[in-house]
């Protein structure tokens, strides 16, 4: 198996027709999704790794439903693969800032409910929506960190907190409902 540091890396050349405009977008969404980041005009690039390389083959099938396509190359490690690696780890460093700060909303949201007494089984199902939204995308940026960015620390122990903070305000709604 190759390491980390000699990965080689694919880029992706995608040429999707402007209109219907849902094609580029599906196309674009699923590029996203796997972790790929642009490096130009319709270019993207992605580790090779299985993971990216099954989002690839994703992405050429939309573009091909849209009548477009993407062309799929594959480069052997090389100088410019330091300058990938900082691109895409600077990718994942923002999402998991973005996670972050949204486990920190999740938390305001609970004391805020706590603070209005806000003990509903209503107001509890969204907030356990809302904890299952954040695990599904923890588990999504955990699997596209393929390099595993200094940001991805403390997610973890903060998606923990939710979970806590969301057992505690369980706790208080069937408390209340019970009562």
Do not use: N
Not at 85 to 92: D, G, M, N
Not at 120 to 138: G, M, N, V
């Amino acid at each position: 198996m190759t390491s980390l540091e000699q990965v080689p890396w694919l880029v992706m050349l995608v040429q999707v027709p402007s209109e219907p405009s849902r094609h580029r977008v599906a196309v674009w969404r699923e590029l996203r999704r796997f972790g790929a980041v642009p490096v130009g005009q319709g270019a993207w690039t992605a580790p090779d790794v299985p993971a990216c390389r099954e989002g690839a083959g994703k992405a050429k099938e939309l573009a091909r439903a849209g009548s477009g396509e993407v062309l799929l190359l594959t480069t052997a490690p090389a100088d410019d693969a330091a300058r990938l690696r900082e691109l895409f780890t600077a990718a994942r460093a923002d999402e998991w800032a973005e996670f972050m700060a949204d486990c920190g909303k999740f938390t305001d949201e609970i004391a805020k409910e706590t603070a209005k007494r806000k003990f509903t089984l209503a107001e509890l199902e969204e907030e356990e929506q809302s904890l299952d939204r954040l695990r599904r995308w923890f588990r999504a940026l955990r699997t596209k960190d393929v390099f595993g960015s200094p940001a991805s620390t403390g997610a973890e122990q903060k998606l923990a907190g939710c979970a806590a903070a969301l057992d505690g305000f369980a706790a208080l709604v069937y408390s209340e409902v019970h009562s």
